[in-house]
C-alpha cells in the first residue's frame, strides 16, 4: 500500500493503558513487603502483557505504545528483582543472568540512539520465553522454591538465546529504509 493511503498510528490506543498498569504495579512491587500483595501485582502484570499485546495485534497499536510496552516489561522486571536482590536468596551475578537479555536490550537501544539509527524489533519468540521464565522465577521467589536458583540460571540461558537471535535479526536483516 502506498505511504499516503496508509493510515497513521495514534499517539495512545487502547491496549497502551494495560501496558501503562504495569508502572505502579512495579512500584507498588517495591514498597509493599507482602507475599501476597506481591504475587497480586506479578499477576496483574503478567496478565497485562497478554491483554495488551492481544489489543494491539486485534484493534492496532500506537506510535507511543511501540516504546512503551518494552519500558513498562523493563522496568516491573527490575522492580521484582530489585526486591529479589534486597532479600539476599539470589546473589548479583544471578540477578544479572536473569536481567541479561533486557540489560543488552537497553545496551542495544542506546547504542542505535547514539549512533542515529533508532530501530525497533518484532517480539520474537526467544524474547517472550525470557519474560515467561523471568517470571516463573519471580513466582518462585515469592513462593520460596527451591527452583529459584535453578530457574535463574535457565532464564539466563534462554536469555542468551534470545539475544543471539535478535542480533542475527537485527544485523543481517536487510533494512527498508
Known amino acids: ?6 493510515q497513521a498510528k495514534p ?13 505502579p504495579l512495579a512500584v507498588a512491587f517495591v514498597l509493599v513487603d507482602d507475599a501476597v500483595a506481591r504475587a497480586t501485582f506479578l499477576a496483574v502484570a ?7 499485546g492481544y489489543l494491539a495485534r486485534r484493534f492496532g497499536g500506537s506510535r507511543f505504545g511501540v516504546a512503551l510496552d518494552p519500558v513498562a516489561d523493563k522496568l516491573f522486571m527490575a522492580a521484582g528483582f530489585w ?3 534486597r532479600s539476599h536468596v539470589l546473589n548479583p551475578f544471578e540477578i544479572g543472568a536473569v536481567l541479561l537479555r ?4 537497553l545496551l542495544a537501544y542506546v547504542t542505535t540512539v547514539v549512533l ?49 537471535d535478535y542480533m542475527r535479526v537485527g544485523l543481517f536483516t536487510p533494512r527498508k529504509d
Request: with cysteine; hydrophobic share 55%; charged share 15%.
Open 102 to 105: 533486557d540489560i543488552v536490550a
Open 46 to 52: 503478567a496478565a497485562s502483557d497478554l491483554v495488551d
Open 116 to 164: 542515529g539509527r533508532p530501530t525497533t524489533l518484532p517480539a520474537r519468540a526467544g524474547g517472550k520465553a525470557v519474560t515467561v521464565c523471568q517470571i516463573l522465577t519471580l513466582g518462585a521467589f515469592l513462593t520460596g522454591s527451591d527452583l529459584i536458583r535453578p530457574l535463574a540460571w535457565a532464564t539466563g540461558a534462554v536469555s542468551l538465546y534470545a539475544i543471539a
Open 1 to 6: 500500500m502506498p505511504p499516503e493511503q496508509r
Open 11 to 23: 499517539a495512545l490506543a487502547w491496549p497502551d493503558a494495560a501496558t501503562i498498569v504495569r508502572i
Open 83 to 85: 526486591v529479589v536482590l
